[in-house]
C-alpha cells in the first residue's frame, strides 16, 4: 500500500529519508540533495559577495552569476522536464498549476540572470542587479525546496531520483566544460 502525498495528492513512491545529507555520510548524494547544494551554495556565493570589496566583489559576482547559470539551467534541462512528465501522466491540477507557476518564476529568473550578465558594468548599478536578482533568486530556491523537491522526490521514488541524479551530474559536467570554454 502506498502513502500519499497530501500536498498534491500523488501517491508516494519509496522515498528517501530528507533531500540533505547528514555529515559524514559517504553514500553518494541524490539529485534532490545535489540541487540543494548547488542553492546553498550560490547563498553562500552571494553572502561572499556581498562582503566583499573592490575588485574582489566584481570577481565575486562573476562566479555568482556562474552558478546561477549552471544551476538553472541544469534544472530548466533536467529537473522541471522529469517532473513535469510525471504530472501530465497525473493528470494532478494542483501539481499542474505548482509546475506552470515554478516554470514561469525560473523563466523570468533566468531572464532576470541574462540582463545582469549582459551589463557587467563595474560600478553601483551592477550591484544592485545583482542584489536585485539574489533576492527573487532567493525566493525562487525556497519555493523549489518548499514545492517542487517534494513534489519531485513523491512522484519519481527512488528510482526515478536515481536517473534523475545521473542526468543531473551528466548534464551539469557537459554545461561546466561549455561555459568554461
Not at 18 to 47: K, M, T, V, W, Y
Not at 131 to 143: E, I, K, S, Y
Amino acid at each position: 500500500m502506498t502513502s500519499s502525498d497530501s500536498t498534491y495528492d500523488v501517491p508516494s513512491r519509496t522515498r528517501t529519508s530528507s533531500p540533505r545529507q547528514p555529515h559524514g555520510n559517504s553514500r553518494r548524494q541524490s539529485a534532490l540533495e545535489l540541487l540543494q547544494r548547488d542553492h546553498e551554495n550560490i547563498q553562500s556565493e552571494f553572502e561572499g559577495f556581498q562582503t566583499a570589496g573592490g575588485d574582489d566583489r566584481y570577481f565575486l559576482a562573476n562566479r555568482v552569476l556562474r552558478e546561477l547559470e549552471l544551476h538553472a539551467r541544469v534544472v530548466a534541462d533536467v529537473l522541471y522536464p522529469a517532473v513535469q512528465a510525471h504530472v501530465d501522466r497525473q493528470a494532478n491540477r494542483k501539481a499542474s498549476t505548482m509546475m506552470r507557476t515554478a516554470w514561469k518564476e525560473h523563466q523570468a529568473m533566468q531572464a532576470h540572470l541574462a540582463k545582469v550578465k549582459a551589463s557587467r558594468t563595474h560600478d553601483e548599478a551592477f550591484i544592485s542587479q545583482i542584489d536585485g536578482l539574489m533576492q527573487r533568486v532567493q525566493r525562487h530556491m525556497a519555493m523549489e525546496e518548499r514545492e517542487l523537491f517534494p513534489l519531485a522526490q513523491a512522484l519519481l521514488g527512488d528510482t526515478g531520483l536515481a536517473r534523475l541524479q545521473r542526468n543531473v551530474e551528466a548534464r551539469r559536467e557537459e554545461l561546466d566544460h561549455d561555459l568554461a570554454a
